[in-house]
Every structure is written in structure tokens, then in C-alpha cells.
């Protein structure tokens, strides 16, 4: 199996007016990171060594969200368009996640059709929230509507929270555990809110191995169970949300984080997620051949490795 095919679905891009955007709004170390360098080059350069066979592009983090609706605009249609350029150019080994303009509600369903039927994305990228705004917030139902009539994919990826706890590590570096709860944050507002049962055709993929979702979603039902007895709300029940829910092995995941992840999704749900450049490319290939001998994949490599996306993304 160490010559399996690999899609990486947490793979990014960024173009020229997108980080001098962020540096004119003094944004670049917003994460306590430097912003990589990018380029085609250096993409194919990357897919060639780690042994990938497609990735699905997106922008990362910090939100291409600067609070002027031109702007946004602008940025999200330069880095769709980029990634339509790449997919053209390399149709058997690149795809791409479109950027919405979010949260401008009409701007980013635009951009969303725009993006499905002139530019052949094969999903939509949310950030964990724009602006303030949490996927699960009924402001973005016209929104999530639509992407329900073209039985969309959604890409989530964290960024940075409304509030920043500050004179702490995690506050300095937002990678650590920052990103983790936002996504987190926004997961459970899908699930409280009800959007996941409104829209069925979603299917979302979570990244991170699921950020904190697997260390609290008992608790969640729990919590939300007592909270239906006293009649101040309703239970959630995370069976009948999983199955629209997929989660991809970006970051550190292993002893632990694989291991937890196993125990909430099943094995159709997994797939592979590198997150270059922001993760260097000798530190992906090592984390795929961790991936390659580990006993808990064994079972599921392929699907893990290219089968599941394949069937969610419609990669071919």
C-alpha cells in the first residue's frame, strides 16, 4: 500500500492581492505566523515530493475578510480564478474549494454559483466565522439554501475568533488552540442551530481530525439532553449529524489525535489533508508515512488516502 494513490483536500493558495491585502491592513501576523511563500512552482514541487496525486486548493487563514464589500470581492474572484487556472492547466492533479466573500450574504451566493458553473469548483471554503458571523447563523440561510440545491461540499478552515485571550501563549499563536476551538465553535452551532437537519444535501469537511469535536460531543448530548428535560431547548443527537460530517488529518495527529479520531468517524469519513505551505512539505511526507504503516489505517488505507475524496469531491 506505500504506492496508493493521495489527494490531499487541506491544501492551499494564495495570490499576490490577497497577502498584499493583508499586509496593507496590517494583517500578516494576525496568526502569530509568518505568511509562506506560494506559487505554482513551488506547488507542483511539493505535490511531486510528498507522492500526491491531486490536491484540492483553498485559502487558509487569516480570512480574506477586510469589512469593505468591493474588496472582498475582489479577492475572493483573484484567488477563484487562480485556482481555475491551476485546475485547467493540471485537470488530473488540481481542484479547488471557491473563497466566498463572506459575510456579504448576495455577494458570496454570486460568487458561489459564478465559481460552480464558469469556473468547475468542486466545493465551497467557509471559514469558521466572517467576521463575527458562525455557519449556522440564519443570516447565511439564503445562503446555505443554495448551496443545498447543488448538493454542495463545504471546506471549512479555522481562523481567528472575535475575541483573542491575550497575555497567553494561545493567544500569541492561534494555530495551537485558537483554531481548534473556533472550528469547534462553529461545528456545534451547526448542529444546535438545526442547519445540518434544514439542509441534507451539505456535506462539510472538518478539519484538523475534527479540532475538539471528538472531546466534547458527549457532552454536548448531554448537556442539550438536560436542557430539553427543563424545557429550555432541545438535544442534539450527534448520529443524526455525523453522517453530512467528514474530517480531514491536518496538523500533528499522531499518537493521540488519529486515535481519538477513530472513535467518532468512521472510515469513509477520513481523508487526507497536508496543509501546505503552512505545514513544509518534508514534515507532510513524513506524516504520510506515518500514515502508511500505522496498524489504526490498516484497514482503510485507500479510502483514507484517495477513495473517500474521490466519491465526496467527484475528483476523477
Not at 468542486?122 to 449556522?136: H, I, K, L, T
Not at 471528538?214 to 448530548?221: F, K, S, T, V, Y
Request: hydrophobic letters at 40%.
Amino acid at each position: 500500500m506505500k504506492d496508493t494513490k493521495l489527494i490531499d483536500v487541506h491544501c492551499h493558495l494564495l495570490t499576490k492581492e490577497y497577502t498584499d491585502a493583508l499586509h496593507q491592513y496590517g494583517r500578516e501576523k494576525e496568526d502569530g505566523f509568518l505568511i509562506p511563500q506560494w506559487n505554482e512552482e513551488l506547488q507542483m514541487e511539493y505535490m511531486e515530493k510528498a507522492g500526491l496525486s491531486h490536491a484540492v486548493l483553498s485559502v487558509s487563514s487569516p480570512d480574506p475578510y477586510f469589512g469593505d464589500a468591493v474588496l472582498d470581492c475582489e479577492i475572493a474572484r483573484g484567488l477563484n480564478e487562480k485556482g481555475a487556472e491551476l485546475k485547467k492547466k493540471y485537470p488530473e492533479k488540481i481542484s479547488f474549494a471557491a473563497a466566498l466573500p463572506l459575510p456579504h450574504l448576495d455577494e458570496a451566493i454570486r460568487e458561489a454559483q459564478y465559481a460552480y458553473d464558469h469556473l468547475g469548483a468542486c466545493a465551497v471554503r467557509f471559514p469558521s466565522n466572517a467576521g463575527g458571523v458562525y455557519p449556522g447563523d440564519e443570516r447565511l440561510d439564503p445562503l446555505m439554501e443554495y448551496l443545498n440545491s447543488r448538493h454542495a461540499v463545504i471546506i471549512f478552515h479555522p481562523t481567528a475568533p472575535p475575541a483573542v485571550p491575550q497575555g497567553c501563549f494561545t493567544g500569541k499563536l492561534l494555530p495551537l488552540m485558537e483554531f481548534l476551538g473556533d472550528t469547534t465553535r462553529a461545528v456545534v452551532n451547526l448542529m444546535t442551530s438545526g442547519t445540518l437537519q434544514k439542509y441534507p444535501n451539505l456535506k462539510m469537511i472538518i478539519p484538523h481530525c475534527a479540532s475538539f469535536l471528538p472531546n466534547i460531543i458527549d457532552r454536548l448530548e448531554g448537556i442539550t439532553a438536560l436542557l430539553e428535560k427543563n424545557g429550555i431547548g432541545h438535544a442534539v443527537h450527534p448520529e443524526e449529524c455525523l453522517p453530512q460530517l467528514y474530517f480531514d488529518l491536518a496538523g500533528d495527529i499522531f499518537p493521540r489525535g488519529a486515535a481519538i479520531l477513530r472513535l467518532l468517524a468512521d472510515a469513509d469519513h477520513i481523508l487526507f489533508g497536508g496543509d501546505f505551505p503552512y505545514t513544509p512539505s518534508p514534515m507532510i511526507s513524513a506524516k504520510r508515512e506515518q500514515i502508511m504503516q500505522s496498524e489504526m489505517f490498516s484497514d482503510c488505507l485507500d479510502r483514507i488516502c484517495y477513495k473517500n475524496a474521490e466519491r465526496l469531491l467527484q475528483i476523477m
